[in-house]
């Protein structure tokens, strides 16, 4: 069913081969083990002809050369070592919602395909579990679940069984050699425990990023001159990999064309469900967005931090006017032309005036960055924690489109619903004048595009740390590059100050109170360009266009951590 001819492996374009050459052919409806001393490149194998990591060669599905390898993943699912499902989602809902996602169906058929699938995996009675409470071999089980989601032809396991206890690892190849026998599937899995080859019906030797050897168990023996499986690796360690290859290559060509190795094209299958029956965009985006919100509401450690930081921030900007709390509102009683009178008659009311001006932009650029830092907390970590499920997701038939458009709505709500939420609280208990809609405005798409910038930068990453510690240093910077607090030299000013989301929404929020003492007070200060709310809310929107890319670009390209 599925074969590669010389196809050579390497980490990254250019880097050097990890698998050289190999040629292998898996036949339809069994069960193959890939066996080979660790680090000789089995699994880059499977990977090499998943295009998970890129490769040179022929990959042949039912003996016709592949245009694409979208193609191959119509028919050729890819369980990875471990288990990838959100841990806070309970084992159904795991299934369920990747259900949703790759079968465009309605709800009857969808809740009996989750019965059928954690049956047939040994499940059904962890179902109501949660994903990070369940064991190893529990887990094994949930990944080959997630996997027949799709309902694959052919299956590449990546060491399901490695790390499990006797009784686990037997209990998985039985589920193996249930979907060869009962369903008719193609599993190739990457096996360690050399003792449990005869449960296989062929075996692939891979030797130094060589293909060595592929036949059943009882010609393998005789092949290597050993009699029992276990002696394999130290028969290998005796001749160099050109001898073995060698040695196997006049084997291929004494058998001819009647060697596994060799596949006439076969007949085309009948067209696959998973791609017609793939549910639109809107669909998918619904299932992810219900899925993040699930999420939200079920990790509790992340859903408290969200709030106490979205009520907390405003609370300290509070505490901070308190003590200028009875001089901004002797200020604020003022009239325009009474206070400028005022301020040129006399030095002690300028000076009052100078301090007050201080405490109002200080609190308002205070604002701000406490939303800047709201927003790295909301998107640094948001792609890059969960890249590799991402990566999964989309080759089992998830769209990156959907995807990117979920985590943009859910990070730009979110930092919009927090500065509308600082602009209201604030607002209302230090009595700042101004309109309230151009304020509510600048300090919500203050949340929104900072939540979006550093989501972009977490669809770049494949690391959450880095992501997380690139976004502070993005935060970090907003305060002095604003030129706000610390005066920036003059030739740096309008090279730096277009990215600085800080200066805009300090700038849009102040001028927002044109008709009151406080933005005089504050001109005193500062006689430079203030930038109009409208303006703000401009550049703004330009950021989060910015953000909003970079997550498109990032989503679309592979990245696999």
Known sequence: MLSCRNLTVRPKPNAPALVHGATAHFAAGGLHALIGPSGCGKTTLLKGILDILPSEGEVLLHGHPLASREELLRDVAFAPQFSIAHGKLTVAEAVGYALKLYQKTDEATLAARNDELLQLVGLQERGATLVEKLSGGQLRRLGLALELTTDPRCLLCDEVTSGLDPRSEDQIIAVLRALVEQRGKTVVCVIHNLAKLSQFDTVTVVFEGVVVWQGPLAAMLEHFGISDALELYDRLSEQTQEEWRDRWAAVVAAQGESHAGSVSPAPLPAGSRRVSARPSVGSQLVTLLARRWRLLVRDRGYLLLTMAITFGFPCLVVIFALGGLPQMKGLALETTGGFLEMLQAKASHRQAAAETATLVSGLIIFQVILLCLMGSNNGAREIAAERTLYEKERMSGLRPVAYAWSKLLYTALLGAAQGAWMTVFVKLLC???????????????????????????????????????????????????????????????????????????????????????????????????????LVAVGVLGAHLLTGAALVFWGCQRKCWP
């Open 431 to 533: 009595e700042f004048p101004g309109g309230w809609g151009a304020q509510l405005a600048v300090l919500s798409v203050t949340g929104a595009s900072m939540s979006v910038v550093c989501l972009g930068l977490s669809a770049m990453l494949s690391s959450p740390d880095k992501a997380s510690l690139l976004s502070i240093y993005l935060v970090g910077f907003q305060l002095p590059l604003s030129g706000v607090v610390l005066a920036l030299p003059a030739a740096l000013v309008w090279a730096v100050r277009p990215f600085i989301a800080t200066y805009w929404g300090w700038a849009g929020y102040l001028t927002a109170m044109t008709d009151s003492s406080f933005y005089d007070a504050v001109g005193t200060l500062d006689k430079g360009w203030l930038s109009p709310p």
